[in-house]
Every structure is written in structure tokens, then in C-alpha cells.
């Protein structure tokens, strides 16, 4: 009662404060909507009355002050009186031309559309460049005649005015150089904040006027000052209309360029009515090119109210889909807390518009409405981290396992999809598939969002990021319609060597490739543990990436690399990804040798077939998409070439230290060594188990590791040497006439790699300290590029995921050592020679008579009875028609179903299944079971509760003998091993295996052990409902059912490994393995040819140094590298743009439309 009272007062503070909070807003947003009604619909047009008339009093005025410039007019001023009337004409005409009603009525051509599609702004800036070069061959004639024709100059193309000085010419190009680069800013600045773009525009023409003023004779800022246009005299005059021009200019426009759109990252096709650059009135033509609400542009006409305006932001929709598997507490936590910051600033929403939602795909959570202690982990943190109450829940049964619906403390939908994979297929892919369907084929048709304000953001289950992220990748996708996924800058979690290694790898990896994919094409990888996607690009991909697996290339591309492919179906739909460093997410990466060998096992070759694929079709993916050209698939090949060549490059690495070290080392030698040894490790990848294929890379690595530490010694020895030893002056060979470097190349290469890595660290001077694990990634590069490439070619027919693979920790199958592949191995030939001379085998046991029963076999025959079994397992059986089976289970004590839960295949062979099809079958029943719960639920009472508690009883007595019966004797049970369980008189097999799981599980529970079982409590006294019959009476209820129904039924329904193509597609897989490794093979010995045979006597006629030649293997990755540094030096510009547009979010209204939706009328942040 207390408790249920607590929980009332806080559900009643909480809506109290909500309340208030609600009501306070309402309160401001009438009050600021009251002012900005009558700002909007008195003031400005006062203002626009009085700027018309100063402006109109400018251009009387102009001509007037001319004219007393010139003491009046006279017939010899002629050409004055010209320039008097032409120039206000002029200045009307500029005005008119350049107006925003008449530019938009040219640009759109009597179309209604506000958006700008990808294709009109390539156009746009085509045409833009066309019109240009066409101004600058028009504009000379034009000067000609109305110099002639209005001025009655005399100008002769051969004259002396046509010459121009150094003065003049510098003076044009410093014009010419000045105001571009203004343009460029004043388009930066428009795409970053109003006020960035209106006041340096503002006032740079009084600044410039003033400075002119006060400027003195021959001054070099201004040369041709003479006092042309400014008489002394009249200094205040001109002041004054000056500033009273300026005065008009900011009335007539301030308001407006200030209403214009503030999105981040905007087009230049969207904010100006002609993107192109314009020299003369630099200022006013941007200000009167600038797209705003007095054009219309940003308005629509909603309740009468031409101002009110729908902001795509505040509609947009975030979908966040995580896909879950055995992720640990801590990672889950993360990625709990994690959601928990975005749904934090939804809790000021109303609660019929939810910005996020938030569901989460558990992969083999459930069977049948048991869920496995992996959920229960997962439910066990909401409370701390998302404020959720486990036991306020909506238990669903569904055609695909299970579904748990919960409210998140801002109102966010919070989802738990379970899996059952007896119902539906496990795995990743498919996980994905489930919520795309979802999402596109439900949930945004039932609630009626619309595809382009819909965006699904992808997270693995131990993603640490901020909504400032999510953000981040949304300005991308709402500044251009054409993309389709972003993707953001991922840092390692961890700790250890591994990890060290991995934190430089995957630095390299954003700073230079990623960041090379963005400028010169297309990310060609969003991945799916924090991307965000647009769902109408989804929906074009989303039929081909359902389709199941026929090729062993297409397990490649589609189960090994899910993320990958999905991105190069997008691609080849004419949609350009994008990477976004602004952006920032943590994931934990693997922390042992084991795991990090079997996650690149999938990420290598998934990787390599995909770009195999982009480059393939690339005459499809060049003619869709506009952002993929030729050059950059050729760039694509190289990286591909140059991955089948590393390890022939690390080989030449090795070789060159050696020799740098050691002259009378024979480098043909040591290469033929190190290919001798890197293929006897690509056989024992063909046939070893891959336990030993990993402890033979761990003992590879470390060994060259140490030899890589005698390389790298010796390159450096080299290098310091030469530079200190080098004749720098004698370039050219008395003898020889050739070319001679004055420094070793060596040291050449070695000081432009590092000089790279250093530049590249200071531009990303938050990330500096990856460089610090350059060391390791060098000590490493062996394993990473020779042994794991070898590895992962070599297991290309491996179908596990090689990462948390495990049911559960306590029941994963081992693989076996060498020593028991050797013996097994053994004992087959032994067996096979006895059967060749017409013998068995014999054992030691042969022919001994049966052993008479012992006093202790007699204890236990009379304490404990037989084992009989229970009325589940007899319906179990009969409904498996399994019956005659039943005294086996009897007799080895599996009379219960938690109990058979826990039988393997060696379990089911040993009660004495003797049958292959039975042996199948009882194999896939028991998997359809619920496993036992196996957390530590605490330390019992005393012994005899606890054998009570697991459903042993009957063997009370026995342990009672043995000695443990008190308190103090629980702790003694922990070092039972079997041996001694089958001393005490526990023989049947059933009881054995239970016994030694659950010792296993006794000791203290942690925190999180507690709060699970608590959890499961909670959750089980919960009611659990069925989508099917709530259908009946809901049709919100029946349509999801009916959707998943169809769903499992038409792609998700699971395929019998016996009736399916597992055996095909294996030995497909074992085709393609053996096609790659003679690939690999053959390239690199083909490539180590190529150098020796051809490079190398070239390399002699410059007089270099033997072993120098080795380092020209690396020219095709120095290509790769100084392609990838160029354009990672203009991404980082396009990053600090996009990060100082995001500057103003921190505390600014800009953050509330995509974080929290106003009232407030707005103009639109995102077009």
C-alpha cells in the first residue's frame, strides 16, 4: 500500500508539473504571437512606406548633387547631363531587375513549388556558369557602345585606354579576387545564421563610405581618389542623403532577411533566386537575391495567416530501430541512456505528436512467451536509465514472438520487439528488415506521416550517443532531398592492446576514407550502429535487400555485410550518402585477439564483394546517380587493388628493414621465407579448426611484432643516415650523367607519411591522441594486413557471425583444440585398422564381467527413488510422437522439461536414441523449449532448500551423508566438480548436468541480477494479451496483425536447415573460398614479380640504393593516400561549416524544431 501510494504522488507530480509547464508555454507563445502579429501587420508597412521614400528622395537627390558637382550644366557637359539622368535610371533598373518578385517569376516560371529538387540545382549552377561566361564576352561591347553611343567617347580598341598599368590591372583583379571570396562567405554565412549574412552587408556599404570619406589623397586603398564624387563642400549634403539611402535600405529589408530561413546547411539554389556570383553592388545584389518571406517563398497561406509557416523539422519524424542480441549490462545501459537523452527534450511534446520513437528488434529473446535472461537484463535497466516501470507494460503475443510497449518519461513510444526464430529468421539482417517493413508498411501509413518527413535512425545495442548527433545528421537530410543515409564519425570503446590498434584503424579510417568518399563521390557505408536513412529511400531499396541468399558472392554482400549492401542498393537507386563528422558516436569494439579476428573475418570480404559489386554495375550506378563519376570508381578499384596486394606490401615492408639493418641480408631470400610462411598459415586455415587458426595469429603476431619493431629500426637508421650522411649539392653523376636524389628515398617517404599523419592529426585536434597508438598499428601491421587477410580468405565459407555467438554464457559450445582434432584423428585410423584385419577395437572395458554393486550403490538404490517422469514430458513426447523414448528419459532422469531444456545432441545419443531422424528431431524440439533461468538469484538458506528450490529433492538424504546440511556448508558446494557428485551417488545424467549448471550460478547476485529478478516478477503478474484477439476489437490492432502475418509469412518465415539450400550454398561458399585464395595468391606473387622484374632495373639507373627499391611497392598506396589527404582538408572546411552552423543551436529556437516542436509560427529551418 505504501508503495502503490509513492508511486500516486509522483504520477501526480509529474502530471502537475507537465500541467504547469504546458500551461506556461501556451501563456508565452500567445504573448509573443500577439506581438508579432502586430509588428507583422502594423510596423512593417510603415517601414516599407518610409523606405520607398527616401529611396525615391535618393534618386532626385543624386542627380542634384551632380549637378552642383559640375557649377550647373552647360553645352560642353553634355556627357555629365548623361550620367545625371542614366545613372538613377540604372539604379532602378538594377533594382527591378534584381527584385525578388521578378526573379522568382523568372526562376519558377508560374510554379508553386517551394522545394528545389537535386537535379534543378545541378541546372541551376550549369546555367549559372553558362550566363557568366556569357556576360563576360557581352559586357565589353556593351561598355563600348555606351561609351560611344551616351558618352561620345572615342575609344579605340588599340589605344592608349586599353593598356593598363600595373596599377590599374592590380586594382581590377584585386576587385575581381575580393569580391568573389566575399561572395563565398556571404554564401557560408547565409547557410549559417541571418544575422551572420544581413549585418556584415549592412554595413559594409557606410563602413566603405566612411572610409572613403576620411581616406586622403593618392591613398592605396583608394587610388583613383580625386574627388570625383565627393565635394567637400558638400559633405554634409551627401552624408545625409547617404545615410538616409542606407536608412531605407535597412527598413525595406532588414525584416525580411531576418524572416528568411535559418536552416543549417542550406543550398545555395534555396537561398538565393540566382546562385551566381555578381561583382558590382556586391551587397545590395545579395540582399535583393536572397530568397525571403516578401517574396513568398518561405509563407504558405494557412488560415488566412500568409505568415504562418510549416516547418519540416518540426514535422519530421525519428524512427530509432536498434537491433539487439546478447549485448552485456553495460552496453545495454549505453544504449539505454543513450535514447534516454533524446527523449528528454521530448517531454515538454504533447502527447498526440511524438518527434522520436524508440524500437528495439531482440534477436532469439523468446520461445513462446518465455523470455530469456538477456530481456530480462534489458528490462531490468529501464527504470534507471529511461524512468520506465518495468510492470507498466502492454504484453503483446505476436505472429513474430512478442511485443512489450512502454512510455518513456518525455511520452516517447518505447518498444521491445522479441523474436521467436521458430517463427521467424534470426540474424541482423532480417532483424532490419522487420523494422523497415515496420516503419514503412505501419507505422507511417496508420499514422498518416508523410515518407519525407520520416527518417529512421539505425543503432547497435551498444551505441553511447546525444541528441546533438541525431541532429547533426538531420541538417544533412533536410538541406538536400537527394541524400539518402548519413552516417557519423564512430570512436572505439575499450581497453587493451586490441583496442589501441582498433582506436588508430578507425580514426585513419574516418579522417582520410570516409572523408575522401564524401568530396569525391559518395559514402559508400553508412553503418548501421548510427546512421540515419531516409525511409522514401528505403522503400526503393527495401524489395531487393528482403531477398534471400542464392550465390555464395550474394551471403557476401547481404549476411556478412548487411549495412554495406543495403548502402549499395541505395546507390545504385541515384541516392548520395553523406558522412558527417560533426556527429559523434561511441560503440565498444572487441577487446580480445579472438573476437577482433572473427569480426574483420566478416568485414573483409563483405567489404571487398560490395565494392566488387559498385564497380561492376558501375555503367548503372554512373547513369543514376548524378554524385558517382568514372573517376571515382576507378579511385574505388584502386583501394580494391591495393587491399589484394597488402600482403605483398607488408612482405616488402619487412624485407626493407632487414636489409636497411643488414646489407648482407639476401632480400630474395627473406621474401621467399616470409611467402613460405604466409602460405603453410593460409593450409592450416583450410584445415585446422579456427580455435587453432587464431592461436597460431596470436603467436605470428606476437614474433612479428618484434621483427616489425627491427623494421621499423632499421627504416629509421636508414632515413637519419642518409639525411645526415647525403650530398645534397652533387644531383647529376660525373661518371653516369644521371640523376642522383640528394637523400635516400626511403627518408623521403618516411618523412611524408608522417608529416600527413601529423597534418591530419592537428586538423582533427580533438582525436590527436589516436596518433599516439600509431606505434601499435605499425608493431601490428602483419597481422592486420598479411595474417588477417589470409585468415579471412581463407574462411570466407565460415557462415557463424563469429561475435556473441553464444545462447548463453554457460551453454556455448567450445571448439576443440588441435590436440583433440589429432587424437580424434587417431582414433579413426585406429578403429579403421582394426576393422581392415577383421577385429574391433578393443577397450579396456571388454569382456570384464559386470562389477558387483557396491555398499554406497546400495545407500543410494534405498534414499533415493526412481526418477518418474512428469505429466509435461509424457504430453511433450507424445506430441513429438517421441513416446517410445520415454523410459530412456526415465532412466537418465529427464523427467522434467527444464531439465531436457539443457540436453545437447552428445546428451540425447548418450540416453540411447540410437536413430538418426529421432536424434533430429528431439535436437530441434528441445531447442523450441524454455531454457531455465540461470541468473544468481542469491545464496540459499542452507543445502537442503536450495536441491529443493532446483526440483533434486530426493537427493537430500544423500548430501546429508556427505556432510553438507548446515549454513556454513553452501559455500562448500561451489567446488563440487563431477567426480565428486557422482561419489556422493548422483549417476543419472539428467541430475549430473543440472547440479553442475547450477553450482555454476551460485554466488551473490549483483545489482543488476537483482533488479532482473525483480523484473521477471513483475513482468509475469503483468497480462499478457494476443494480437489476434485484440484485433477483433480494435482496427488499429488488427491492421498491425494482419502486417506481421503477412510479413513472417512472405519474408521472414524461417527455412529448415535439412530442406533448405544450407549444403549447396556451403559447398558454393567453399568454390568462391578456393576462386579468392588462388586470387590472392597469384596477385601477389604476381605484384612481387612485377617489382623485380621491371621496376628495379629501372630504379639502378638513378643510382639508388638496393634496398630503397622496395618502398616503390608503396606508390600505388601513395597515390591512395595524397587523394585522400586533399580531399580530407576540404571536408574538414565543409565540417567547420556545418559545426558553426550548429553553433547558435546551443541557445537559439533552431534546437526546438527538431528537438521540440512550438506553436509558435516559425519560419521553415529545413527545405
Known sequence: QETDQETDQETNQETDQETDQETNQETDQETEGNFTWCFKHWMVPIMEVIAFILQVGALVAIPILLALKQDGYTNSDKNYLTLYILL?????????????????????????????????????????LISSFCKVLVIPFVAYGYANLLLEIDLQFNSENFRWTGLELSTFLTHVLVSFVAYLFVWMAAALQSWAFFIPLLLSTPISFVWYVGSVENSRVFPFLDGYFVD?????????????????????????????????????????????????????????????????????????????????AKDSHIFICSTMYHENEVEMKQMLTSINRVAMPSATESEDNHKYESHIFFDNACSGEQLNQWVMQLLGLLKGTLNIDPERVTKLCTPYGMQLKYKSRGNMPFYVHLKDNSKVKNKKRWSQVMYMNYVLNYRIRYSE?????????????????????????????????????????????????VVWYQTFDYAIGHWF???????????????????????????????????????????????????????????????????????????????????????????IPSTIANLAEVISSYHKITSNNDSISILFILYEFLLVFSTLISPATVILIIVTGLTALDEGLSDVALIVVLCIISILYGLLCIYATEKTQIDVAKVLTLIFSIIMAVVISGILTDTISSAIEGDPINHVNET????????????????????????????????????????????????????????????????????????????????????????????????????????????????????????????VSRLVPEPKLSKDVEDWLNRIECEMYADNFEREGYTELDFIALMKMSDIVAIGVDKRGFQLKL???????????????????????????????????????????????VENLKGLSRAELQSIGITRRAHLNQLLMRLRYLQYPTDIEIQTNKTRMELENAPTLYLSEVAENSEESRQEYDFWLNLAEDKLKPESANLGKVEELKEKLRNLRNLCLLVLLLTNIMWIVFLYTLVFP??????????????????IFSVIILIQFIAMIFHRFVTLVHLLARTKLKNKRLEENWVRPSSVDTVSRAQ
Open 88 to 128: 538613377p535610371v540604372t539604379l532602378s533598373v538594377l533594382s527591378l531587375m534584381w527584385s525578388g518578385w521578378l526573379q522568382k517569376f523568372f526562376v519558377e516560371a508560374g510554379s508553386r513549388r517551394t522545394t528545389v529538387t537535386q537535379e534543378e540545382c545541378i541546372a541551376r549552377s550549369k546555367a549559372g
Open 232 to 312: 567637400w563642400n558638400l559633405e554634409f549634403v551627401v552624408l545625409l542623403v547617404a545615410s538616409l539611402l542606407w536608412m531605407s535600405q535597412v527598413l525595406a529589408f532588414g525584416y525580411y532577411v531576418f524572416q528568411s530561413s535559418d536552416s543549417v546547411l542550406t543550398n545555395d539554389a534555396d537561398l538565393f533566386w540566382t546562385p551566381r556570383y555578381n561583382g558590382v553592388f556586391l551587397e545590395q545584389y545579395m540582399i535583393l537575391n536572397r530568397k525571403t518571406p516578401i517574396t513568398g517563398y518561405y509563407a504558405e497561406q494557412i488560415d488566412s495567416d500568409p505568415y504562418k509557416v510549416v516547418n519540416i
Open 449 to 497: 506521416i508523410p515518407k519525407d518527413k520520416a527518417f529512421i535512425l539505425t543503432t547497435d545495442a551498444d551505441i553511447d550517443f546525444n541528441s546533438d548527433s541525431v541532429v547533426a545528421l538531420l541538417d544533412i537530410l533536410a538541406r538536400d532531398p537527394g541524400v539518402g543515409a548519413v552516417c557519423a564519425r564512430t570512436h572505439p570503446l575499450g581497453s587493451g592492446p
Open 513 to 603: 576514407q570516409k572523408a575522401a568518399e564524401h568530396i569525391l563521390g559518395c559514402v559508400l557505408c553508412c553503418p548501421g550502429c548510427f546512421s540515419v536513412f531516409r525511409v522514401s529511400a528505403i522503400e526503393q531499396a527495401l524489395s531487393t535487400y528482403s531477398s534471400s541468399v542464392e550465390t555464395g558472392f550474394d551471403f557476401l554482400t547481404k549476411d556478412m555485410g548487411e549495412d554495406r549492401w543495403l548502402c549499395t542498393l541505395l546507390i545504385q537507386k541515384g541516392w548520395r550518402l553523406e558522412y558527417s563528422a560533426v556527429s559523434q558516436d561511441s560503440t565498444f569494439c572487441p577487446e580480445s585477439f579472438e573476437e577482433f579476428y572473427k569480426q574483420r573475418r566478416r568485414w
Open 736 to 859: 653516369s650523367n644521371n640523376f642522383r636524389f640528394p637523400v635516400d628515398i626511403s627518408a623521403v617517404y618516411s618523412g611524408v607519411f608522417a608529416a600527413t599523419f601529423t597534418i591530419a592529426g592537428i586538423l582533427h585536434f580533438n582525436e590527436i591522441f589516436c596518433l599516439f597508438h600509431f606505434i601499435w598499428y605499425l608493431l601490428c601491421l602483419p597481422s592486420g594486413y598479411l595474417f588477417l587477410t589470409i585468415y579471412s580468405a581463407c574462411n570466407i565459407n565460415n557462415r557463424s557471425w563469429g561475435t556473441r555467438e553464444g545462447a548463453n554464457p554457460s551453454s556455448g559450445n567450445k571448439s576443440n583444440s588441435w590436440m583433440d582434432y589429432f587424437f580424434g584423428k587417431w582414433h579413426s585410423l585406429r578403429a579403421f585398422f582394426w576393422r581392415c584385419i577383421g577385429r574391433q577395437p578393443r577397450s579396456k572395458d571388454q569382456d570384464s564381467p559386470p562389477p558387483a554393486p557396491t555398499v554406497k550403490e546400495h545407500i
Open 923 to 969: 535436437e530441434k524440439e528441445v531447442k523450441k523449449l524454455n531454457t531455465p533461468e540461470l541468473v544468481a538469484s542469491g545464496v540459499p538458506r542452507d543445502v537442503l532448500t536450495w536441491l529443493d528450490k532446483i526440483k533434486l529433492g530426493q537427493y537430500k538424504d544423500l548430501f546429508k551423508l556427505e556432510g553438507y546440511c548446515t549454513d556454513e556448508d
Open 1098 to 1115: 629501372q630504379l639502378t639507373k638513378y643510382n639508388l640504393p638496393d634496398r630503397a627499391f622496395s618502398l616503390f611497392f608503396l606508390g
